[in-house]
């Protein structure tokens, strides 16, 4: 259809249901908008959130609502999930999309993506499912129902090489985000004396309270063998500056020279020698702002369970390893995770020696192997190369 300017309108549905996705969402929408805008009139619809409404699209549910985590939050909200698949599939039949645009978000996204798929709809997801973790069995089906599949991690593209999907890799929006934390100021940090040291304890309340103490006995530890050391724990959250602190008023070990620091964790790992880091994008954020660190992880014996029996195929949990294929930086689980431990696998990687070095080159390789930055730019491009070929 063709309004008054003579553009032809394009529409584009975009969904990302949790916070992570909906900036890259939002960032990549700047990307299409600068590609197709001169000649299109865009329109945007689906899930999101603020900076994708700030953007231009129109969401029908926000992040906020759909960004829930765990099996049983998930269970307690069936009735707004079937809903909402309901109202997305009628946006599909009657906006008629020219393009869906799915970013992460596996469990409602896939659905999403098969109803439109069947519907002649071209599909295109950006961050592939952790299929080399677990469900692989869901490999075939991510085959069938994307037309193109934008994987973060350059070894996930050959799951697919034996089916017809084109499937690739353009970087890892990572990279792009630690580019632009390198181009800023570094900001002055409560460091006090000594070997400045990063403490990661995990962003939810049982990783928290489960994982701290343990890290900060291994803390005094290390000072003990060392001398004067600062210990920096970053905060992204007032929510989790409240966990934090109040898990440290029952601590009754703690070394000298610990502060919080609310936000900031990259510049927190950019300014410091080494780091303790629970399993998780913070190590990645490490590597890419080559800092050594450890990598620890602990879960309830329940749990260990499930995952011991759902995890196949796979020797590490540390993304930076899996990315390396070989462990290059040390991996505490489970009932390794002790003060003891922590303190023997860190103080190698603060003095300089072989260690220290050694992890220093890998975590170089592997940000090599991650690429340049401009995974969004390339991304949106692809995107807007996509929407020209339906539209055209």
């Not at 009657?94 to 992460?104: G, S, V």
């Not at 085959?143 to 350059?154: E, G, R, S």
């Not at 017809?164 to 985000?177: S, W």
């Not at 995770?337 to 050694?358: N, Q």
């Amino acid at each position: 259809m063709n309004n008054s300017a003579g553009k032809k309108s394009v529409r584009i549905m975009i969904c990302a249901g949790e916070v992570s996705g909906e900036l890259y969402a939002a960032n990549i929408m700047q990307v299409i908008k600068h590609e197709l805008g001169n000649a299109y009139n865009i329109e945007f619809f689906g899930i999101g959130g603020d900076k994708m409404v700030a953007e231009g699209a129109e969401i029908i549910a926000h992040v906020s609502q759909t960004g829930v985590m765990g099996l049983w939050e998930v269970l307690k909200r069936v009735r707004f999930f079937t809903k909402l698949k309901k109202q997305l599939q009628e946006m599909i039949d009657i906006r008629k999309p020219d393009i869906l645009f799915t970013i992460d978000y596996p469990g409602m996204n896939m659905r999403i993506a098969e109803y439109a798929h069947n519907k002649g709809i071209k599909t295109i997801h950006f961050i592939c499912p952790q299929v080399w973790a677990w469900h692989q069995e869901r490999i075939p089906k991510i085959a069938t129902i994307f037309d193109h599949l934008i994987t973060i991690f350059p070894f996930e593209v050959k799951l697919f090489d034996e089916y017809n999907l084109d499937c690739r890799f353009l970087g890892h929006p990572m990279v792009d985000v630690i580019a632009a934390t390198k181009r800023e100021s570094s900001p002055e940090l409560p460091w006090k004396g000594g070997y400045r040291i990063a403490l990661f304890p995990g962003s939810r309340r049982n990783e928290i309270a489960r994982l701290l103490p343990d890290i900060l006995k291994a803390a005094t530890l290390v000072e003990k063998e060392l001398g004067e050391c600062s210990f920096i724990i970053p905060t992204p959250t007032k929510q989790i500056d409240k966990l934090v602190r109040s898990v440290l008023a029952k601590c009754k070990i703690v070394p000298k020279n610990l502060e919080l620091c609310s936000g900031n964790s990259r510049h927190v790992l950019q300014q410091s020698i080494a780091a303790i880091i629970k399993s998780g994008t913070s190590t990645l954020e490490a590597a890419l702002m080559e800092c050594p660190h450890i990598v620890i992880y602990k879960v309830s014996k329940l749990t260990e369970i499930i995952a011991r029996r759902l995890i196949k195929g796979v020797k590490n949990v540390g993304i930076v390893n899996i990315v390396a294929d070989k462990e290059i930086t040390p991996e505490l689980l489970q009932d390794a995770v002790t003060p003891e431990r922590m303190a023997a696998e860190l103080i190698p990687l603060i003095k300089d020696g072989e260690a220290r070095t050694k992890q220093l080159a890998e975590l170089q390789r592997v940000c090599d192997l991650l690429g340049e930055d401009g995974a969004i730019l390339r991304t949106g491009k692809f995107v807007s190369e996509k929407v020209l070929e339906v539209v055209s």
